[in-house]
């Protein structure tokens, strides 16, 4: 319903005046966002939204043991000390705690790195898995398997 809004009135959606929130889907003005940490542009989901994060993040976190000591990331198979090498942390710990968005529970202890990377693929899983064909694709046009 709000897509075929914004079809319609496509000028409201590149106008100098606001952009489309992550999150909620809603079109807002700029004022309803905050700056990212360390960047100089825009969050991408709203002051609300992102307020609803930090409160499930917050509970999660009060409520989830640390990492195992010798833990390593599930998805890179780093331990602590490879991880601390490949860059610097963005918090006090090299591990970020991991949830998912649709129901709010806690999926594991990962790098930055790789969170990053699942969210930068939206945590989708056929997304994934045409990464994977990809990386796959083009290893056999190099290497002729």
Known sequence: MQL???EE???LVTDS???ICAKCDT???FSSYTNASGGNYLRSECKKCSGKL???RKKLKETTPLPISGHNCPICDKGIDKVL???PATSNTPWVLDHCHDTGTFRGW???KCNRALGGLDDDIDTLKRAIKYLETHLKQVFLV
């Open 17 to 19: 005046e606001g952009k």
């Open 85 to 87: 090498r490949s860059g």
């Open 54 to 56: 930090y409160i499930a």
């Open 27 to 29: 079109y807002l003005p």
């Open 4 to 6: 075929n809004f914004f």
């Open 9 to 11: 009135h496509g000028d």
């Open 110 to 112: 990962l790098c930055h």
